[in-house]
């Protein structure tokens, strides 16, 4: 690039200098802030902040709620990722490697590619539809009630429950209606994986024997367990989230007798209700803490050796 | 990489198969019996995809008595009030509107910034460039909801800056339309950063032979090779812009400014009240059109775009 070399610094200046300083205005220095923010009594009112140290964090260990909000986190954290992972592996192989017949050692069932279309559908919709529709699902008949209604119908009747009324039930509802976002997704990621392990290698375990279930298990998974590790971390990221679905189907104080809330639904919460802007921080800097201790635990325990495809 | 990840969709059914003569363990007749099982596992999730949403499209035609009455019957018409009190009792066509104008511009600009920033990193080599691009890959893992608290002050500040502040601070689409810009550049830059140092440099070259500038080179050369995997991220930001929620409730608290889909959770919870369903499945069907339609349109680029952000 040597006849280039006239006006370089002034170019890479003029060009990082907008996405630098959008970045690190909206982004990067909130951030910084929020752990400041989190050791002071801050109501956003005033315009001193009066330091307290760790008097948040000490409020976060005797707060009963906050308790009941990181216990749902960490059900969305470990249920979500474990139920999604399970069923979208097990319709990924079914599109993918399920069919077998007319003279075809591995191909995927009939319709496949059609199946992939629609399951991946819910990823692409906003989490406020998604809330809003299952709000219905799960509502009383009269008013929608999707769920009851079909249970009436087959004759399970006695089976009818006010589900959204229920606090014990609160956070399993929010699990199913994540793991109905997001299991398409990852059916499309797998069947990518799917289908660049080299037929050969099913054509060779079929004329040893191998049934279904052992061709799953000892060809399919460990071809495509690092995309499943990969999205494993993903996924444990996303369902940290969950602020729509609850914040919309549960309210802003996480439903019935707050059973049903979650850390981001708190925060929110604590800042935008309460005036408490320092005790949301505090709350924030224990979802990063959180966060990060996933990402680090994850790549720690899941990996395992490599598969290389020759 | 897209150009590799948009490959494998639907090839399931058209790879021409080798004829094998294999003895095949799952023909008999358990075999089918197993088959006819997993098929039915495969139609029953898409009917648990599918089912909710068509019940809400359904809705939407229905009138409040028809939906109270018999909430899983067929409307008896199309009920084409409920669009119109949407759109104008609801407010619906207001906040579609704030949605357009806030993503084209945050989208124009996320694209734009990204692309340059993305470029220089990938290909000029000059002190800073690692520590600028772990700068911004950072950003991947940090919650939204730690920097929420912060950013409703910062967005806030902006608007007592003399001259621009009029443009800048909360309710305004500017601010908005940045916050998305800056929770999008991690991403944006992490993917196209990637992308431009696959291409050849030799095409480059050749521009320089020609006499093209810096800027040149960028615009002419540079950015027309990168547009697949443009169109891709383009098309993920795209969902992820207009589908947000929580960062236009923090910032849009004005209710004239709020975007689509916070407008619609307000309508949700207005709805018991007023006891207007059916406006509300009318709304909700509005809101989901732009995005069955770009997901209709851009099937493939889309599942491997948003796939493609795992895998890398």
Same mark, same amino acid.
């Given at each position: 690039?040597?006849?280039?070399?006239?006006?370089?610094?002034?170019?890479?200046? /003029?060009?990082?200098?907008? %996405?630098?300083?959008?970045?690190? +205005?909206?982004?990067?220095?909130?951030?910084?802030? *929020?752990?400041?923010?989190?050791?002071?009594?801050?109501?956003?009112?005033?315009?001193?902040?009066?330091?307290?140290?760790?008097?948040?964090?000490?409020?976060?260990?005797?707060?009963?709620?906050?308790?009941?909000?990181?216990?749902?986190?960490?059900?969305?954290?470990? @249920?979500?990722?474990?139920?999604? @992972?399970? +069923?979208?592996?097990?319709?990924?192989?079914?599109?993918? @490697?399920?069919?077998?017949?007319?003279?075809?050692?591995?191909?995927?069932?009939?319709?496949?590619?059609?199946?992939?279309? @629609?399951?991946?559908? %819910?990823?692409?919709? %906003?989490?406020?539809?998604? /809330?809003?529709?299952? /709000?219905?699902?799960?509502?009383?008949?009269?008013?929608?009630?999707?769920?009851?209604?079909?249970?009436?119908?087959?004759?399970?009747?006695?089976?009818?429950? +006010?589900?959204?009324?229920?606090?014990?039930?609160?956070?399993?509802?929010?699990?199913?209606?994540?793991?109905?976002?997001?299991?398409?997704?990852?059916?499309?990621?797998?069947?990518?994986?799917?289908?660049?392990?080299?037929?050969?290698?099913?054509?060779?375990?079929?004329?040893?024997? *191998?049934?279904?279930?052992?061709?799953?298990?000892?060809?399919? +998974?460990?071809?495509?367990?690092?995309?499943?590790?990969?999205?494993?971390?993903?996924? *444990?990221?996303?369902?940290?989230?969950?602020?729509?679905?609850?914040?919309?189907?549960?309210?802003?104080?996480?439903?019935?007798?707050?059973?049903?809330?979650?850390?981001?639904? /708190?925060?929110?919460?604590?800042?935008? =209700?309460?005036?408490?802007?320092?005790? *949301? =921080?505090?709350?924030?800097?224990?979802?990063?803490?959180?966060?990060?201790?996933?990402?680090?635990?994850?790549?720690?325990?899941?990996?395992?050796?490599?598969?290389?495809?020759? | 990489?897209?150009?590799?990840?948009?490959?494998?969709?639907?090839?399931?059914?058209?790879?021409?198969?080798?004829?094998?003569?294999?003895?095949? $363990?799952?023909?008999?007749?358990?075999?089918?019996?197993?088959?006819?099982?997993?098929?039915?596992?495969?139609?029953?999730?898409?009917?648990?995809?599918?089912? $909710?949403?068509?019940?809400?499209?359904?809705?939407?035609?229905?009138?409040?008595?028809?939906?109270?009455?018999?909430?899983?019957?067929?409307?008896?018409?199309?009920?084409?009030?409920? &669009?119109?009190?949407?759109?104008?009792?609801?407010?619906?066509?207001?906040?579609?509107?704030?949605?357009?104008?806030?993503?084209?511009?945050?989208?124009?600009?996320?694209?734009?910034?990204?692309?340059?920033?993305?470029?220089?990193?990938?290909?000029?080599?000059? $002190?800073?460039?690692?520590?600028?691009?772990?700068?911004?890959?950072?950003?991947?893992?940090?919650?939204?909801?730690?920097?929420?608290? $912060?950013?409703? &002050?910062?967005?806030?500040?902006?608007?007592?800056?003399?001259?621009?502040?009029?443009?800048?601070?909360?309710?305004?689409?500017?601010?908005?339309?940045?916050?998305?810009?800056?929770?999008?550049?991690?991403?944006?830059?992490?993917?196209?950063?990637?992308?431009?140092?696959?291409?050849?440099?030799?095409?480059?070259?050749?521009?320089?032979?020609?006499?093209?500038?810096?800027?040149?080179? &960028?615009?002419?050369?540079?950015?027309?090779?990168?547009?697949?995997?443009?169109?891709?991220?383009?098309?993920?930001?795209?969902?992820?812009?207009?589908?947000?929620?929580? !960062?236009?409730?923090?910032?849009?608290?004005?209710?004239?400014?709020?975007?689509?889909?916070?407008?619609?959770?307000?309508?949700?919870?207005?709805?018991?009240?007023?006891?207007?369903?059916?406006?509300?499945?009318?709304? !909700?069907?509005?809101?989901?059109?732009?995005?069955?339609?770009?997901?209709?349109?851009?099937?493939?680029?889309?599942?491997?775009?948003?796939?493609?952000?795992? !895998?890398?």
């Amino acid at each position: 690039m040597t006849a280039l070399r006239h006006g370089k610094y002034p170019f890479i200046l /003029a060009f990082l200098l907008p %996405p630098v300083g959008i970045y690190v +205005l909206y982004m990067l220095s909130p951030y910084v802030q *929020a752990i400041y923010i989190s050791l002071t009594d801050w109501s956003g009112l005033t315009a001193s902040q009066t330091f307290i140290g760790f008097d948040n964090y000490v409020e976060m260990w005797n707060d009963d709620q906050l308790r009941t909000a990181l216990r749902n986190n960490l059900i969305l954290l470990v @249920v979500v990722p474990v139920l999604t @992972v399970m +069923l979208a592996l097990f319709f990924a192989s079914m599109l993918n @490697v399920g069919g077998r017949g007319r003279g075809q050692a591995i191909t995927g069932v009939r319709g496949s590619s059609i199946y992939k279309v @629609v399951y991946f559908f %819910p990823q692409v919709l %906003p989490h406020a539809i998604v /809330a809003i529709v299952f /709000a219905y699902v799960f509502a009383p008949e009269n008013a929608g009630g999707i769920l009851n209604n079909i249970l009436e119908a087959i004759g399970l009747g006695n089976l009818t429950q +006010l589900w959204l009324g229920e606090p014990k039930y609160l956070i399993w509802i929010v699990v199913l209606v994540m793991t109905w976002a997001f299991v398409g997704f990852y059916v499309v990621l797998f069947s990518a994986a799917m289908q660049s392990i080299p037929k050969d290698i099913y054509e060779a375990a079929l004329l040893d024997g *191998a049934n279904r279930m052992t061709t799953f298990r000892k060809v399919t +998974l460990p071809l495509v367990w690092d995309t499943v590790q990969v999205g494993w971390v993903y996924m *444990a990221i996303q369902a940290m989230d969950g602020f729509a679905i609850v914040h919309i189907m549960l309210g802003v104080n996480g439903g019935v007798q707050g059973a049903g809330d979650v850390l981001g639904v /708190a925060i929110y919460r604590a800042a935008f =209700a309460q005036s408490d802007f320092g005790y *949301a =921080a505090a709350i924030g800097v224990l979802m990063l803490v959180l966060t990060m201790t996933i990402v680090v635990l994850f790549f720690r325990v899941l990996r395992r050796e490599r598969v290389e495809l020759a | 990489m897209t150009a590799t990840q948009a490959g494998p969709q639907g090839s399931s059914t058209d790879t021409p198969a080798r004829e094998t003569r294999i003895r095949q $363990p799952g023909v008999g007749g358990r075999g089918r019996a197993i088959g006819l099982l997993n098929g039915g596992f495969l139609l029953f999730w898409g009917l648990i995809t599918t089912l $909710p949403l068509v019940w809400a499209i359904l809705s939407s035609f229905k009138t409040n008595g028809e939906f109270r009455t018999d909430p899983m019957g067929l409307p008896g018409g199309i009920e084409w009030d409920n &669009f119109a009190r949407a759109w104008n009792a609801a407010n619906i066509g207001q906040y579609f509107l704030n949605s357009v104008i806030v993503v084209a511009m945050s989208l124009t600009m996320t694209m734009l910034f990204g692309a340059m920033g993305a470029y220089v990193l990938a290909r000029y080599d000059f $002190p800073g460039n690692r520590i600028v691009y772990f700068m911004f890959i950072g950003g991947l893992i940090l919650p939204v909801f730690l920097a929420l608290v $912060p950013m409703f &002050f910062v967005v806030r500040n902006t608007g007592d800056i003399p001259l621009i502040g009029q443009f800048l601070g909360l309710n305004s689409y500017l601010s908005l339309a940045l916050v998305y810009v800056a929770f999008s550049m991690p991403f944006t830059v992490f993917f196209l950063t990637a992308f431009f140092r696959t291409l050849p440099t030799s095409v480059a070259e050749a521009g320089i032979m020609d006499g093209c500038t810096h800027f040149s080179l &960028f615009f002419r050369v540079m950015l027309p090779m990168a547009k697949p995997g443009i169109i891709s991220l383009a098309l993920f930001n795209f969902l992820g812009h207009w589908n947000q929620y929580v !960062l236009p409730l923090v910032i849009m608290q004005d209710g004239d400014k709020r975007v689509l889909a916070q407008g619609l959770g307000t309508l949700a919870a207005n709805t018991g009240f007023r006891a207007d369903y059916t406006a509300l499945f009318a709304g !909700l069907v509005i809101a989901l059109m732009p995005v069955l339609i770009v997901y209709l349109l851009f099937q493939k680029q889309v599942q491997s775009g948003l796939t493609a952000g795992v !895998l890398k």
